[in-house]
């Protein structure tokens, strides 16, 4: 064997040991426009950082949580970083789920992230143990057009009556437009997100001081009341099937005159390249019904690490990526500054690019402000979330819940029905619990 052979021989050897060496990280994550953004620009994250690649898992909400959770519960370790929400880090940190984010990197800039949302990230230990991608919280956004077609102006700061009012007006089914879409499709984070953070303006809650449900108790009865007969005057139809993703492809083609949901929607509905009104939308804070609390919600979608992976380092090497302020310049120097992921860091909402490119930044950043996930409804009560209760109890009573109040949005059962099964599931899924006797 002559030197050149060797020498041949040695360098595909050491080129082999370098592709060997490239860790790939495993990465779950919800199909929001965000998230799909983020795959498109991780091929700059991969170039500065060669070792590592980078594969994918994009799933529907509530699918995603479905499969994390599952994961994180039996140690399956498929995924090195996870998209959680608000709801999971603190239940999952307490039970040794996930790993702190110690090492996200000297330019990071952890007291840069907005209080509101960092709060519900640190765990007992002051530590961090998710980082926000985004955070929102729920407002309205509207049809500026229709509201004046309808002969009325929308305040900041709008009532449920003024809603439900306008909605009706706004309402023109030969035209196909729809005065309302609000979420019915199933699912503890899907319609149940919108429908606990609205019951918590008209007074209702899930659970009393001593944790017994309240289902039976009119201000419940009220708000699915509400919501059903607003959802059947002006809301689309098979409306019971339609989570975020579907009413913000409605309201893009122009099928909404208005639209209750996450702030983040913002960017989406003014962005010319896909909704067809991008010029015509305006926004104001959540309805109330006068008795101090607003509907609007408090939520992030955060990178975390299992604790069970063995790619820690890299792991939290992409996330300081995806989650810091260089991430940011990346997506205004792609997209425009209107298209960064809204909620997470202050620097943000003081960046006057952001502030002239962004008309919904002071909407939203009012919005997260204004949320209170310790004292969400009018009542008191014994648990922290402004659109969940904070127990592992309720991925599932939410979701079944979720189920029962979409089945009385299809005219399959009457809300009364509805109501008295939620009431039912909740006593005895509490009592199995051992939260009540």
């Known amino acids: ?26 990465i779950a ?37 479905e499969r ?11 995924y090195d970083v996870m998209t959680i929400g608000t709801y999971e880090v603190p239940i999952w940190a307490k039970q040794g789920w996930l790993l702190p984010l110690d090492n996200l990197g000297a330019d990071y800039d952890v007291d840069d992230l907005l209080p509101a949302i960092r709060s519900g990230l640190t765990g007992d230990d002051g530590k961090l143990y ?12 509207y049809r500026k057009d229709l509201i004046e077609k309808a002969g009325l102006t ?16 706004m309402t ?39 944790w017994e449900p309240q289902f039976d108790q009119p201000e419940w009865k009220n708000t699915l009341d509400m919501y059903v007969k607003l959802m059947n005057d002006a809301g689309p139809q098979g409306a019971s099937s339609n989570g975020f993703n579907e009413n913000l492809a409605l309201f893009q083609q122009g099928k909404c005159g208005m639209w209750i949901d996450a702030t983040v929607a913002a960017s989406f509905v003014t962005n010319p390249k896909d909704s067809t009104v991008a010029d015509k939308v305006g926004f104001a804070l959540a309805p109330d019904t006068g008795l101090g609390k607003r509907g609007n919600w408090l939520w992030a979608w955060n990178l975390a690490v299992p604790a069970g992976s063995q790619k820690a380092d890299a792991a939290e090497k992409f996330i300081a990526w995806a989650t810091g302020k260089e991430y940011a310049n990346l997506v205004a120097s792609k997209e425009g500054w209107a298209n960064v992921p809204p909620g997470t860091r202050t620097s943000l909402y003081e960046n006057p690019e952001y502030q002239k490119a962004a008309p919904f930044a ?40 979720g189920q029962l109040f979409s089945a009385a949005l299809a005219g399959q059962m009457t809300v009364d029905d509805a109501l008295a099964q939620a009431q039912q599931a909740a006593e005895r899924e509490m009592t199995r619990a051992g939260y009540i006797k």
């Open 1 to 26: 064997m002559n030197l050149k052979t060797l020498l041949l021989g040695a360098c595909s050897a050491l080129a082999l040991t370098g592709m060997a060496s490239a860790e790939t990280l495993t």
């Open 29 to 65: 994550t919800v199909n929001n426009g965000d998230m799909i953004r983020m795959q498109g620009l991780t091929s700059e994250f991969t170039a500065k950082n060669p070792d590592i690649q980078v594969e994918w898992v994009t799933l529907e909400e509530n699918v995603l949580r």
């Open 68 to 78: 994390v959770t599952t994961d994180i519960a039996t140690k399956g370790g498929q």
């Open 130 to 141: 998710a980082a926000p991608f985004y955070g929102e919280s729920s407002m309205v956004m």
């Open 154 to 169: 929308m305040p900041d700061a709008p009532t449920w009556e003024f809603i439900g009012d306008a909605a009706r007006k």
């Open 172 to 210: 023109d089914r030969a035209a196909g437009i729809n005065g309302i879409c609000l979420r019915g499709k199933a699912g503890w984070g899907e319609n149940m997100a919108f429908l606990t953070a609205t019951a918590n303006a008209f007074g209702a809650r899930w659970f009393d001081e001593n």
């Open 362 to 401: 002071k909407m939203t950043l009012d919005s997260i402000n204004a949320a209170d996930p310790k004292n969400p409804s009018v009542k008191p009560v014994p648990y922290v979330g402004v659109q969940f209760v904070a127990i592992p109890e309720f991925q599932g009573l939410g979701t079944t819940v």
